[in-house]
């Protein structure tokens, strides 16, 4: 059964630097994966997605991640970090032909300092 | 107006009531979930459904039951509701694997 770990229930940065927030994954066949965003009092709304095309994806806000088979990754990124990216992160997965229940990861904050 | 919408938005209810949470949606999606969400826990899937006639346990499901009235409807019952089932619930939609999820505003339950 497919699963997700994110590394890190909260993260810390500041205004302009690099946001990494990791997410393993484990998948016995390829996997379908997604990034969400939560704001407060808000629900979850897709950030990226990785569905076997470009290992490199690019998605909304100037968030990307990169699909590592090898090291069964998906770690989302963003080279400066604003304000607004303050924000809940979910790392969600679908195995390929399990049927297709979407399951998520711990969740990781991310904080902006000043 | 929103393409999944979750009634109530807000309930307090005592140990042992009966309620229902609410979920509809306007995007003609086969597919839909209810996810409960807790701090620290992540999204926890509790059932799904695929179709009209097809409806799944999900990680949590003891507790909780399904009704999928139409396409357009899924809704969740807690039948003897406990304090540990104090959350934020999602419904979710999607119209196949491949494509993303689209979440309601969510729903947060106090059991007191």
């Known amino acids: 059964a497919q699963s997700v770990t994110q590394l890190g229930s909260h993260v810390s940065v500041s205004e302009g630097a690099l946001v990494l927030l990791r997410c393993n994954y484990s998948s016995s066949v390829p996997p379908y994966l997604f990034w969400y965003v939560q704001y407060p009092n808000q629900g979850l709304q897709l950030l990226l997605k990785y569905t076997s095309a470009a290992t490199l994806v690019k998605g909304i806000n100037g968030f990307e991640a990169e699909f590592k088979k090898s090291e069964t990754s998906f770690h989302l990124t963003k080279p400066s970090a604003h304000m607004s990216d303050a924000a809940e992160y979910f790392c969600a997965v679908i195995e390929g032909n399990q049927g297709g229940k979407l399951i998520f990861g711990q969740g990781t904050e991310l904080s902006v300092k000043p | 107006d929103a393409d999944v919408t979750q009634t109530p938005r807000n309930r307090i209810t005592k140990t042992g009531k009966r309620i229902m949470l609410e979920c509809s949606q306007t995007k003609g999606h086969d597919r839909m979930y209810w996810y409960r969400q807790d701090p620290g826990l992540g999204l926890r899937l509790i059932y799904y459904s695929f179709d009209v006639k097809d409806i799944n346990k999900g990680e949590i499901s003891d507790g909780y039951s399904v009704s999928r009235q139409a396409q357009a409807k899924f809704s969740l019952s807690l039948e003897s509701a406990i304090p540990n089932q104090t959350a934020l619930y999602f419904c979710?939609?999607?119209?196949?694997?491949?494509?993303?999820?689209?979440f309601g505003q969510g729903t947060r339950l106090t059991v007191v």
């Open positions: 979710a939609t999607s119209d196949w694997e491949r494509t993303e999820a689209f």
